[in-house]
């Protein structure tokens, strides 16, 4: 299921040159604050860089309460 989420601070990336298009800046640093919570919760996390940005994927449905 697709989230979508504003921030209220701005994302501040250190190096814009690994990424593969502006609209990926700063995806890296959104997806390390984000992937602790969501492993807390779900199997198999992953975040991934794609040219129109960034995604966190899990598989394996929620862990138990």
């Known amino acids: 299921m ?9 994302v501040e990336p ?10 990926c800046i700063g995806g890296d640093v959104v997806s390390a604050r ?7 919760q779900y199997e198999a996390v992953q975040a991934e860089q794609e040219d129109w940005g960034w995604f ?9 309460g």
Request: proline letters at 14%; glycine letters at 6%; a negative charge.
């Open 2 to 10: 697709p989230y979508e989420i504003s921030f209220l601070k701005k």
């Open 14 to 23: 250190t190096d814009p040159d690994p990424y593969i298009n502006d609209c």
């Open 34 to 40: 984000l992937l602790p919570l969501v492993r807390e």
């Open 56 to 64: 966190i994927s899990a598989h394996g449905g929620a862990r138990p």
